[in-house]
């Protein structure tokens, strides 16, 4: 069966352009104008990788791919006008695996999904053998439904957050360095700065103050076990 994108562009030239390189490829490729047809495709016909625009009339891009997050981690490749670096970091930070600024080469996009295609059919076996609940101290995860519980009480996190979360807590006690949390976190094909990781681990003990996420200082971060000594 042919892989299946989904592709939200309300501009009909840049539409029917990064639809036709696509179908040329062998992709099935169903595409809309609004983020709200988008999500209507998402819940009855579940697309392999999304191919996003951020700036879509109604919904916008931001919008879509938090809610589709809420229930998949499908890859979604945003392409946006918007070129600031504030707005690629939030695109991530929502969800996105990937952002390519307008103009782009129609190959480059199309190079970029085969490569984010062939990741997702690889980790799909790793992640239905994945354990479902991992628990460290007080710090409670539910993979499959990607909700994170601290001291009892539900908190919400966004996708890397979690993701943060589930690396650390499966290796407790573990340190992890920046860059080997980058390339977890956000992907071999992330080439931001690692102060990623560090504002992300900012979040997290914002939003648990008491969770055990110690600095090692001079290389990176580990989720320490309470019962053991520093």
């Excluded at 080997?180 to 080439?191: A, C, N, P, R």
């Amino acid at each position: 069966m042919n892989q299946f994108v989904g592709l939200v562009e309300d501009d009909p030239n840049i539409r029917d352009i990064v639809e036709g390189y696509l179908k040329k490829e062998g992709l099935k490729v169903t595409a809309v104008e609004t983020a709200e047809k988008a999500w209507e495709i998402f819940e009855s016909e579940s697309p392999d990788l999304w191919v996003l625009d951020i700036m879509l009339p109604g919904m916008d891009g931001y919008e879509f791919c938090k809610k589709v997050r809420e229930s998949s981690q499908v890859p979604i490749i945003i392409i946006s006008a918007k070129d600031e670096e504030v707005d690629k970091i939030l695109g991530l930070e929502l969800g996105g695996d990937d952002y390519l600024t307008k103009p782009f080469s129609p190959r480059e996009l199309v190079a970029r999904v085969k490569r984010h295609l062939k990741r997702w059919e690889v980790m799909q076996p790793e992640q239905h053998s994945r354990e479902d609940r991992i628990e460290s101290g007080e710090l409670l995860l539910h993979v499959g439904e990607r909700r994170a519980y601290f001291q009892d009480e539900e908190v919400e996190v966004t996708t890397k957050e979690f993701e943060m979360l589930r690396i650390l807590a499966s290796q407790v006690n573990r340190a992890f360095s920046r860059e080997e949390l980058l390339v977890k976190v956000w992907g071999e094909d992330y080439f931001g700065s690692d102060r990623a990781v560090d504002d992300l681990v900012k979040r997290l003990r914002k939003k648990m103050k008491q969770l055990p996420l110690e600095t090692v200082w001079g290389y990176g971060y580990r989720l320490r076990d309470k019962g053991q000594s520093s």
